[in-house]
């Protein structure tokens, strides 16, 4: 029995050796992008990682990050080497415990060439030690770590693992965190997902987050700083941490009078959108001085501005319908951005009604009357807005207009099966706008392709005759602005996630 175990093993191995010089002319280098048109070097070719392992420790006084990761990943082609996307100082990267070479190339590529080449589907352990001052790194001119008087945070879109991670950046490729963090006692450090356990040794804390559903690059969070947490469960049974800076200063009531309402924000939508799709819920609001907010996964980041005004509900039903729309279910490629953003938008929509200020329907006919033809706002086509154009304001409002046009020509019935089906059939997966319409047409029978195309693929106000046709208001005459139309348009700076180059877009 012994002897039987062994002996295939070992013949496999030999088989290996010997194949290896034969067939070299098939390992190549991996892409050094995932293949996305509008960010090409975002992403890596050649292999697919399952799960992070980020055990760091963070100085607040000198921003000084230091640590191992360990991605738990497997080949998807005969490698040479292959590429991480990463800025900070790299001591040593190992593949499968051998220690390998690496160089740095492009805006924050990181180039491992393992000891020996690795066959197509091959299980493969990489562990890169690696320390570095984030808020000193800067990619395509800007950064996405935000340093705080107590510390920093990791939060942008569609870039931030880069500041703190290697990885291969891209929403394609998700994957399970393990995310352990040592700051000096009397610091927090908040990440996504539940707080498994917490120790403290020689003045120095110890956070072990655990996010246990695949999860985009982008959606993972680090905020290091000192913060009040608030613990409580939904009534529908799912545990909520909110964290606030403790230095957020007159924000801080109307921080918590919002974020208090995670849970039954969160009960509303599973309404529309079926059961909330992770274990843990909540949010957090740092003290930065950014103007957005960002739907890290299960457990959004809040701007203090968002706050200014007041309590704000509308920007926290924002960030926690992306749950559904956005994380559960992420975008195959940039250009995709409308199945996160149309519909975060009209969850607000949703909110409104549900608030008694202002139907979906009368904030849809507000945004297609007070917007003329010539209005530069109807140049943007959310179905495929460019990378210059992806967090305009007409990704959102053009956007929600066109889920409202679906939904009067496919009828409620149609339409709310779709709103709660889509999360499930691609849950924990990635999905593209064509993916979208050929789930709305299977499920409504009707063919949409000129509904999608009019409302969201052409450069033009959709004419009367088509608005008609979706009912929407055409009456030419003064549409009157919803209640909530201030409210919601407060919000934008929230959906305007990324500052992207030194000009800093905020929406
Ligand atoms: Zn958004």
Redesign the pocket.
């Known amino acids: 029995m012994h002897r039987r175990i062994i002996a295939p093993g070992a013949l496999t191995a030999a088989v290996l050796l010997l194949a290896i010089p034969a067939s070299a002319a098939s390992y190549a280098p991996g892409a050094p992008g995932i293949g996305d048109p509008y960010y090409p070097a975002y992403g890596n070719g050649g292999y697919d990682v399952s799960h992070y392992d980020l055990r760091l420790k963070y100085q607040p006084a000198t921003d000084e990050l230091e640590g191992t990761a360990t991605l738990v990943a497997r080949t998807t082609q005969d490698l040479s080497r292959f590429n991480l996307d990463f800025l900070l100082d790299v001591d040593e990267v190992r593949v499968g415990g051998a220690k390998a070479s690496f160089r740095t190339s492009g805006e924050h590529e990181l180039e491992v060439t393992p000891k020996t080449p690795l066959a197509k589907g091959t299980p493969v352990t990489v562990v890169v030690r690696y320390r570095g001052v984030p808020s000193s790194k800067q990619a395509y001119g800007f950064t996405s770590w935000h340093r705080t008087p107590d510390g920093g945070v990791a939060a942008n879109e569609p870039e931030a693992a880069a500041w703190w991670f290697p990885s291969n950046d891209h929403p394609l490729d998700k994957a399970t965190y393990d995310v352990s963090v040592l700051v000096p006692d009397g610091t927090q450090a908040i990440s996504n997902g539940t707080l498994q356990s917490t120790s403290s040794r020689l003045g120095w804390t110890r956070w072990n987050w655990r996010s246990d559903k695949p999860q985009a690059t982008y959606l993972a969070t680090l905020a290091v700083g000192k913060f009040d947490i608030t613990t409580g469960t939904t009534e529908s049974g799912i545990p909520v941490l909110n964290a606030y800076s403790k230095d957020l200063g007159a924000n801080a009531g109307s921080a918590r009078a919002s974020l208090e309402r995670t849970g039954e924000v969160a009960d509303f939508l599973a309404g529309y959108f079926g059961p909330y799709p992770y274990n843990a819920l909540g949010g957090y609001v740092p003290n930065t001085t950014t103007g957005y907010a960002l ?1 890290t996964q299960t457990r959004p980041y809040y701007s203090p501005r968002q706050f200014a005004n007041g309590s704000n509900v509308s920007v926290v039903v ?2 926690l319908a ?1 749950q559904w729309y ?1 994380d559960v279910v992420s975008l195959k490629r940039w250009e995709d951005i409308w199945i ?2 149309g519909f ?1 938008r009209y969850a607000q929509w949703l909110w409104s009604e549900h608030e008694g200020e202002g139907t979906a329907q009368e904030l849809a006919d507000y945004v297609y009357a007070s917007h003329p033809a010539d209005d530069s706002f109807w140049t943007v086509k959310p179905g495929d807005p460019g990378p210059d154009n992806q967090f305009d304001i007409a990704v959102y409002d053009r956007g929600a207009l066109a889920v409202q046009a679906l939904r009067n020509e496919i009828g409620d019935e149609a339409f709310f099966a779709i709103l709660k089906g889509w999360p499930q059939k691609h849950a924990y997966g990635n999905a593209s706008v064509a993916d979208f319409q050929r789930y709305a047409e299977e499920v409504s029978g009707k063919p949409l392709a000129a509904l999608f195309d009019t409302w969201l693929f052409q450069p033009s106000k959709p004419a009367t005759s088509a608005a008609r046709t979706a009912s929407v208001a055409t009456s030419g005459g003064p549409v009157t602005q919803p209640k909530s139309w201030k409210k919601i348009a407060a919000t934008n700076g ?2 305007g ?1 990324a500052e992207r180059g030194t000009g800093g877009r905020e929406h």
């Open positions: 739907e924002h960030e992306h956005g996160h953003e975060a929230a959906h996630h």
